[in-house]
C-alpha cells in the first residue's frame, strides 16, 4: 500500500512525458507510469490532467540581506520566505551566508541553523568568500556540506567594502589561490562569480550622475555594459580552467555574453552559465514607464528586450542550463526609503513568478518544452550540486519532491499572489497563463491553491555529496 498516488496526470520525467501518475510511498517515488499500474493507496489524488512536474531547485537566494540583515533577519526570512516558495512550487533552494571577514565554517553553521524547525522547504547553503583569508577553511565547509563557494569579484570600492571585502575587492591573486584550493579539494566543490567590470561602471555611474538623469531604470542598465560582464567571466574562466575548476556564472544578463561563453567552451571550458526569469523576461524601459524606481534596481541591472531575446535563444540552444532567482527579502518599505542612487541593489523575492513566467514565455511561446523546463528549473541545478537523483527529477527512488502545474490557469502577476514577506512585484499586472497548484515536500503537501497546508515547517539541510565521497 503506497502513502499517495497523484494521477491522471502529465509525469515529466528527466527524458519524456507520461500520461498517468506517480506512487509515493515513506516520501520517496516508487512508481510511476498509467494510472492502472500504480497499484493502490491511501490517498489518491485526481490532478485532472494537469503536469506532474519535478520541484524547483532555486540555486540563488540571499536570506537575512533585505530590509534588515543579520542572522535574526535570517531566521525571519527562513520562516517567510520559505512559505513563498512552498506556494510556487520550489522544494529545494540555495541561501548565501551573511558576507563578513569571519570564520567560513561560523557562517555555514549559523545559515545552517537558521533553518532548522523553521523552513517548508529543503535547502543549502553557499558560503560567500569575502577575504583571502577565507580560502584555507573551504575544505572543512565543504566536507560539512557546502559545495558552493560565492565571489562578488566585480565589486570594488566602498560597494566591496559593504559586502566586508577590502577596497580593492576579490583580486586576481586572491581569486587564483582560491581555485588552487578547490581544485585540490575536488568536486563537487565549485565556485560561483558575480561578473561585472567594477571599473567601467564607477566611470559610467560618474557621467549619469552629473547628467542628472531621471529615467533611473535605463540609466541604471546603462551604466553597467554587456561587455563588462564578458571581462569578468573571460579572466576569472582562464584562471579557473588552469586548475580544472568548472567555473558557475550567476545570473548573466547581457547578450554579449552569450558569444563569449560559447567560445570559451569551445576551448574546452567547463563553464556553468544561470540566468533569472528578470532577465529572460524584464526590461529597462518598461519598468522605467511603470515607475518602479528603486524596487527594479538590481545589479547587473534588468537590461533591454535585445537582451531578453539573446538569453531565450541560450537558453533554446542549451546555453544556459540553469535558472535561479536571486532573490531578497526586500520589502517596499525599504526600497521606497531612499532616492534611487542611495539604494541597497536587489530584486524582492521572485520565485511567485517563476512557473508562470517559465510556462507563459517559454513553454507556451514554443521556446522551450516541458523537459528542458525540468532540466533548467530542477534537475541541472541538483547534479551540479552532487544531489541528484535524490533530488531534481521525478523517477523511482527520488526524494518526492513535486509540483503539480496548472497550465490552463491563467491570471495576473501581482502582490495579490504573494503570501512571504514581500509586499510588492515588480511584474504587477503582467498576464501569465500556468501556475503551480500543489507542492510537495519529501511526499507531505506543503502547499495548494496559494495557500500552505502543512501543519508546521520540516525542511530539512541537505548534504549530499561531499569532496571525499566523490574521489
Known amino acids: 500500500m503506497k502513502d ?43 490532478v485532472e ?4 512536474f519535478p520541484g524547483i531547485f ?5 536570506l537575512g540581506n533585505g530590509d534588515e540583515v543579520g542572522y535574526d533577519a535570517m531566521r525571519e526570512d527562513f520562516y517567510l520566505e520559505s512559505k513563498e516558495m512552498a506556494v510556487s512550487g520550489v522544494t529545494l533552494f540555495a541561501t548565501t551566508t551573511l558576507y563578513g571577514k569571519g570564520s567560513l565554517v561560523e557562517g555555514f553553521n549559523k545559515t545552517v541553523t537558521c533553518g532548522v524547525d523553521n523552513c517548508f522547504v529543503d535547502y543549502k547553503v553557499t558560503c560567500c568568500v569575502s577575504v ?41 591573486g586572491t581569486w587564483y589561490r582560491a581555485c588552487e584550493e578547490m581544485a585540490r579539494i575536488g568536486r563537487p566543490v565549485f565556485p560561483k562569480i558575480h561578473a561585472e567590470d ?29 561587455y563588462g560582464e564578458n571581462l569578468q567571466i573571460y579572466n576569472a574562466a582562464v584562471i579557473a580552467d588552469q586548475f580544472h575548476v568548472p567555473l558557475y556564472v550567476v545570473h548573466v544578463s547581457a547578450k554579449e555574453s552569450i558569444g563569449l561563453i560559447r567560445y570559451l567552451r569551445s576551448e574546452g571550458m567547463k563553464i556553468i552559465a544561470e540566468t533569472t526569469p528578470a532577465f529572460l523576461c524584464g526590461d529597462a524601459r518598461e519598468l522605467e514607464a511603470a ?21 531565450w535563444g541560450a537558453v533554446e ?26 539604494l541597497r541593489v536587489g530584486l524582492n523575492c521572485q520565485v511567485p513568478a517563476t512557473i508562470p513566467l ?42 518526492a519532491d513535486i509540483v503539480v502545474i496548472d497550465p490552463e490557469k491563467s491570471g495576473r502577476l501581482g502582490a495579490d499572489k504573494l503570501r512571504g514577506k514581500s509586499d510588492f512585484s515588480i511584474w504587477e499586472g503582467r498576464p501569465v497563463r500556468g501556475f503551480p497548484v500543489m507542492t510537495f515536500v519529501r511526499g507531505q503537501m506543503v502547499a495548494r491553491d496559494g495557500e500552505i497546508v502543512a501543519e508546521r515547517p520540516q525542511g530539512r539541510h541537505v548534504v549530499g555529496l561531499t569532496p571525499h565521497e566523490t574521489l
Open 4 to 46: 499517495i498516488i497523484l494521477k491522471n496526470g502529465i509525469v515529466v520525467t528527466p527524458d519524456s512525458l507520461i500520461k498517468g501518475g506517480v506512487a509515493i510511498k515513506e516520501g520517496r517515488i516508487v512508481a510511476i507510469g498509467e494510472d492502472g499500474s500504480l497499484g493502490q493507496a491511501q490517498e489518491v489524488i485526481d
Open 49 to 52: 490532467e494537469k503536469i506532474i
Open 58 to 62: 532555486d540555486p540563488h537566494f540571499h
Open 132 to 172: 583571502e583569508e577565507q580560502i584555507a577553511q573551504m575544505a572543512e565547509v565543504a566536507r560539512q556540506g557546502c559545495v558552493d563557494f560565492k565571489f562578488f569579484i566585480g565589486y570594488k570600492g566602498s560597494q566591496a567594502e559593504s559586502l566586508a571585502m577590502s577596497a580593492e575587492g576579490i583580486t586576481l
Open 198 to 226: 567594477p571599473w567601467v561602471r564607477e566611470i559610467l555611474l560618474d557621467r549619469i550622475r552629473k547628467a542628472d538623469r531621471k529615467d533611473y531604470l535605463v540609466a541604471w542598465a546603462e551604466h553597467s555594459p554587456g
Open 291 to 311: 515607475s518602479l524606481k528603486g524596487r527594479a534596481k538590481i545589479q547587473p541591472p534588468i537590461r533591454f528586450k535585445e537582451d531578453n531575446d539573446a538569453l
Open 317 to 342: 540552444r542549451g546555453e544556459i542550463t540553469v535558472i535561479g532567482t536571486d532573490s531578497l527579502p526586500y520589502t517596499s518599505r525599504y526600497k521606497d526609503s531612499a532616492g534611487f542612487w542611495e
Open 358 to 399: 517559465m510556462m507563459t514565455e517559454g513553454v507556451n511561446k514554443g521556446k522551450i518544452d516541458l523537459v528542458t523546463m525540468a532540466k533548467i528549473l530542477s534537475t541541472n541545478a541538483a547534479q551540479l550540486y552532487g544531489i541528484y537523483p535524490q533530488k531534481g527529477a521525478i523517477q523511482v527512488g527520488s526524494d
